[in-house]
């Protein structure tokens, strides 16, 4: 477990440290205004069907019924035409039907800029089916537990679309914005060539052509299999898009807010992703084979010991991150991504915002590894049901807050909306466990003492940046 969750934390590291280069050069390129607006708006949509489809429902339900396949090279054939067909047919509905698209996700837009949210929709949506292929690609390695290429395939996406960003910076923003789009699906095709490599050497290409030749005289045994595919993917689905909609949902309230809101969300929600990926989704991605194998052989002793490992890896980690980041919020971002077009004011604004969403941070992280319980019993049911409650919580919090607050509302809901899913988690995951679980003084001592440890580090470095920033901005003037 240690080996698979240092290779994600490492690959999740390099990708959100070239994830930010590239929202930093896209910051001092365009700056935070109606182009990025509008470039976030059109990128969001395939990232998130990416996550529904891709990195959310098809890899909770792929791997378990991976395992239990009896006939897998079939299994996975079967799988990749019929996703690939629904996908493909997907993707030329909305380009078909872009403008409408457009104008369900920024009605707060002007007609001229639905316009060309739409022509950027257009391009960015088939990044969607090249991303699935990598993440098919990349959950048959997990099979394998080879977490590289999946771990450092993004750095990749996000190299491709700083390219683009450096090659255009002189033009106009429509340009820049349209290449970036271009970018995106050039970062795809790469993602998918890296993962070639790993899987010849481990004999699944061998596999999956032997698969294919024998794919019709063995279709009743598959059939089989991806019927009990879909029983889990179905439910999964259903949960994995209510954090999508909900984000989506965020998109549409703050198009309606002041120029720049949704700029405002992106970048903050961007260093909020860096904890959860670097520590929740990079343990939990380790922690699901082993968890599940240990169900699969029915022992439930070694599966809680496991988990709870990762809880109080999660709590103290991801509680340091809170108060330090929380306490830096308008520090990070500035070192960040104050410079060229991205003006003091933008700092500021972001910074609110990521304080905001890192309130959420701890119950977004621990939430994860109980949903992992519930996938590893097949309760994927039971988390949809979570999930839309969460998201209806979400939903309520922002329509009442945003109008106050803005975006920083629109993040303060995000974060309620964490706490309900961790509750209903752990009461699914049941209170009498949860209580084995955080009755450790011993733990809870150390968490005092990260805790103490981290907020004076945090508040030492305040000082120290705010004397660099008080000469940065004197010098600046001057």
Known sequence: ??????????????????????????????????????????????????????????????????????????????????????????????????????????????PDEVLIVAELIAINFWYLPLIFV??????????????????????????????ALLLTKESDPFTIVKCLSIATLIGGILQI????YPLKRLGFFALLWVSFLHLRSKSAEVWHDVKQFYLQFFPALLGSSTVQIASLIDIQLASFLAVGSVSYLHYANRIFQLPLALFAIASSTA????VLRAIHNNNRIQALAHLKQSFWFLFWALSACSVGGMILSFEVVWILFERGNFSSNDS???????????????PFGLSKIFSLWLYSHHQQMLAAKISIQSLLVGTCASLALMWDYGAVGLAIAGSLSGFA??????????????????????????????????????????WGLEQIYATYYASSLA
């Open 421 to 462: 899913s961790l509750y209903w988690s752990v009461k699914a995951f049941g209170f009498r466990q949860f209580w084995d679980i955080i009755a450790d003084k011993k733990a809870w001592l150390l968490w005092s003492v990260v805790i103490v440890a981290s907020a004076i580090a945090a508040f030492l470095m305040k």
């Open 1 to 110: 477990m240690l080996r698979g969750f240092l290779t994600n934390s490492s690959g999740i590291f390099f990708s959100r440290i070239a994830g930010f280069v590239r929202d930093l050069t896209m910051s001092s390129v365009l700056g935070v205004g109606i182009f990025s607006d509008m470039f976030l708006i059109a990128f969001r949509v395939p990232n998130a069907f990416r996550r529904i489809f891709a990195e959310g429902a098809f890899s909770q339900a792929f791997l378990p019924s991976f395992s239990a396949a009896r006939r897998k090279g079939a299994f996975v054939l079967h799988i990749s035409f019929l996703f690939l067909a629904f996908i493909l047919i997907l993707c030329f509905c909305v380009v078909a039907f872009a403008p409408y698209v457009a104008r369900v996700l920024a009605i707060g837009l002007s």
């Open 287 to 290: 922690l699901y084979p082993i």
């Open 348 to 362: 500021l604004q972001t910074g609110h915002v990521l304080a905001a969403y890192l309130v959420g941070l701890l």
């Open 193 to 196: 060539l890296l993962h070639l």
């Open 134 to 163: 990598v993440t098919l690609l990349g959950s048959l390695l997990q099979y394998k537990h080879n977490f590289t290429a999946a771990a450092y395939s993004t750095v990749l996406l996000n190299l491709a679309m700083i390219v």
